[in-house]
Structure formats: C-alpha cells, structure tokens
Antibody, heavy 122, light 107 residues
C-alpha cells in the first residue's frame, strides 16, 4: 500500500534551517510528481512546492521562494524540503503529497503523509 | 493567484441531513477543482477531483458539481464519520490554492 512518511521536523530558532524528508513506499516513486503542503496550527492548507517526477521542473509558493528548496532522490524513494531563513510564520505541519497521475502533474493530491511539525520560535 | 471563497465556514447539521458547501473562484478554472476531507489530527483525504469525479473508495453520498467559477460539494445523507473539515482546491494554475475550509459539526 502507498505510504508517505515525513521526518525532520522540530523546534528551530528564527533564521535557522531545517531539512524535511519524506520516505515513499508502495508505489513507483520515480513515476510521480510530488508536493509539499503545510498547515499552520488551527489554520487551512497552503501549497508550498512541487517537483516533477524527474526533478527537472519545480515550483514554489511566493511565501517560500528563495528560502526553501525542494528536491528528490528517486534511487532512495525520497522527497526533501530544505528550509532556510525560517520565520515564525513558517510554523506548521508539513505534509508531503503524491500527485494523482503518473508522468505529469494533475495537481490533485491523492496520498498524503501524516505530517511533521515545524515550530519556529526563539 | 486564484483566490477561493469557501462558504459557509461553519455548518451545523444532524446525521441524515443533506449538506452543501460552496466554493467560488476569483476567475474561471474550468473543472480543475478537488475536494478534500480532513479530520482532527489527520492528513486530508481526497474526495472528488475534476469537480465531480469521485475518488476510488469514497462513498457515493458525496458528490461534486460546477464549473468555471462556482462549485458545490454535497453530502446527501450525513453520517457520523462525515463530521470533519472540508477544503476545496484549484489546480488550474500555480500556485495551487485551497479554500479556507468548512467545518461540519454536529448540531
């Protein structure tokens, strides 16, 4: 069965860095586009970033552009989010999510991980 | 950026009720709309995509309609497990955006 397991969250000071990982299993990871989506405590969902199956195409939300970097290692079935210059407003649960279709981006997220909490506070 | 207005933000209903949630776009998105259900402490789950296509395994009491700028999620006969928060999401363009959410609570 499809599984996405995030890790790497924690408490970090403003201006600090953190690297999130998402381990995928139960499907051919290299066939799917992947995204990171976050949810601040008690708030709604915010799409953060997207990466194509090969890693050649990447998009970011304006709120994280220039600070966050998405990447993937298809040999390790893993997705990453490097987060630099963190701000209090980046505090959220971060989910990795799989695209519904293979080989292109449908923009629909059919499987989500359980999420990892990132807290940015001094 | 495509902005989304989801209404109502809170809906009080009873088991067996028919409920409707609306999602309005700031510009037309054809049928590039999905609906998700989220329960407390859990990740969202996909219910509907392409405005009206039911995701595999989702009960048929859920249905979606609309195109262009106005969309609706309907739950025909509310069950106890349906009390949750529902989000619409457009995938017509980047950035992908979500509605503010509708919490369906027990009346």
């Amino acid at each position: 069965q499809v599984q996405l397991v995030e890790s790497g969250g924690g408490l970090v000071k403003p201006g600090g860095s953190l690297r999130l990982s998402c381990a995928a299993s139960g499907f051919t990871f290299s066939d799917y586009y992947m995204s990171w989506i976050r949810q601040a405590p008690g708030k709604g969902l915010e799409w953060v970033s997207y990466i194509s199956s090969s890693g050649s195409t990447i998009y970011y939300a304006d709120s994280v552009k220039g600070r966050f970097t998405i990447s993937r290692d298809n040999a390790k079935n893993s997705l990453y989010l490097q987060m630099n210059s963190l701000r209090a407003e980046d505090t959220a649960v971060y989910y990795c999510a799989r695209d519904l279709t293979t080989m292109y981006s449908s923009g629909v997220f059919d499987y989500w991980g359980q999420g990892t909490l990132v807290t940015v506070s001094s | 950026v495509i902005w989304m207005t989801q209404s109502p933000s809170l809906l009080s209903a009873s088991t067996g009720d028919r409920v409707t949630i609306s999602c309005r776009m700031s510009q037309g998105i054809s049928s590039y709309l999905a609906w998700y259900q989220q329960k407390p402490g859990k990740a969202p789950e996909l219910l509907i995509y392409a405005a009206s296509t039911l995701q595999s395994g989702v009960p048929s009491r859920f249905s979606g309609s609309g195109s262009g700028t106005d969309f609706t999620l309907t739950i025909s006969c509310l069950q106890s497990e349906d009390f949750a928060t529902y989000y619409c999401q457009q995938y017509y363009s980047f950035p992908r955006t979500f509605g503010q959410g509708t919490k369906v609570e027990i009346k």
